[in-house]
C-alpha cells in the first residue's frame, strides 16, 4: 500500500474536517476549541506557525494530522484516519512522518494530549517513546486526562 504524505492546501481542508470530526464524534464529541480549529485550519493552525499533513493512497485522502504552535511546544494533535483504512498502520506513518519532520525543524520535543480509554493509541506512543507529564488545570481539551512528550 503506497502512501503519500503531503503538506496542506486548501482544496483539502474537508478532510481536516471530516476525518476528525468522524473520529471524536465516535470516541467523544465535538468540543469548542476543536470546532474552531478544525473550522479555521489557517487561522488556528497554519498562520500561528504550525502544520497539516494528509495521507494520501492514490488520489483519496485518509488521514490527517497536525502539528499545532502552542508557543512554549508544539502540539502533535488532530490525528485521524478514515475507518475504512484503519488498522493499516497510516496512524503510524502520520506520526512517524511528523516525527521526523519535527526533527528537521530541530524541535526539542512534540507534546500531545489524549485520552486513558484510546489504549491502542497510547501504548503506541509510550512505544514511540512519549512519556507521560502532568496536564495542566486549564488544558484547551476538556477530555485530555493525560499529556505526553517526546524529546528528540
Not at 28 to 48: A, G, R, T
Not at 60 to 70: A, R, T, W
Not at 84 to 107: P, S, T
Not at 117 to 137: C, D, H, R, T
Given at each position: 500500500?503506497?502512501?503519500?504524505i503531503?503538506?496542506?492546501?486548501?482544496?483539502?481542508?474537508?478532510?481536516?474536517?471530516?476525518?476528525?470530526?468522524?473520529?471524536?464524534?465516535?470516541?467523544?464529541?465535538?468540543?469548542?476549541?476543536d470546532?474552531?480549529?478544525l473550522?479555521?485550519?489557517?487561522?488556528?493552525?497554519?498562520?500561528?506557525?504550525?502544520?497539516?499533513?494528509?495521507?494520501k493512497?492514490?488520489?483519496?485522502?485518509?488521514?490527517?494530522?497536525?502539528?499545532?504552535?502552542?508557543?512554549?511546544?508544539?502540539?502533535?494533535?488532530?490525528?485521524?484516519?478514515?475507518?475504512?483504512?484503519?488498522?493499516?498502520?497510516?496512524?503510524?506513518?502520520?506520526?512517524d512522518?511528523?516525527?521526523?519532520?519535527?526533527i528537521?525543524?530541530?524541535?526539542?520535543?512534540?507534546?500531545?494530549?489524549?485520552?486513558?480509554?484510546?489504549?491502542?493509541?497510547?501504548?503506541?506512543?509510550?512505544?514511540?517513546?512519549?512519556?507521560?507529564?502532568?496536564?495542566?488545570?486549564?488544558?484547551?481539551?476538556?477530555?485530555?486526562?493525560?499529556?505526553?512528550?517526546?524529546?528528540l
Amino acid at each position: 500500500m503506497n502512501i503519500e504524505i503531503i503538506p496542506f492546501e486548501e482544496k483539502y481542508a474537508k478532510y481536516f474536517y471530516d476525518l476528525n470530526v468522524e473520529w471524536l464524534e465516535k470516541y467523544f464529541y465535538v468540543e469548542p476549541y476543536d470546532e474552531k480549529v478544525l473550522s479555521n485550519p489557517k487561522e488556528y493552525v497554519l498562520d500561528p506557525g504550525g502544520f497539516i499533513f494528509f495521507a494520501k493512497y492514490n488520489t483519496e485522502i485518509v488521514g490527517v494530522v497536525s502539528l499545532i504552535n502552542q508557543k512554549t511546544f508544539f502540539e502533535l494533535s488532530k490525528m485521524a484516519v478514515s475507518p475504512i483504512y484503519q488498522g493499516l498502520k497510516i496512524g503510524q506513518k502520520l506520526m512517524d512522518f511528523c516525527i521526523d519532520f519535527a526533527i528537521k525543524q530541530e524541535w526539542k520535543s512534540i507534546t500531545l494530549y489524549s485520552h486513558r480509554s484510546l489504549v491502542p493509541a497510547i501504548n503506541l506512543y509510550k512505544k514511540i517513546g512519549f512519556v507521560e507529564i502532568p496536564v495542566e488545570k486549564n488544558s484547551h481539551y476538556k477530555r485530555a486526562d493525560i499529556k505526553m512528550i517526546l524529546e528528540l
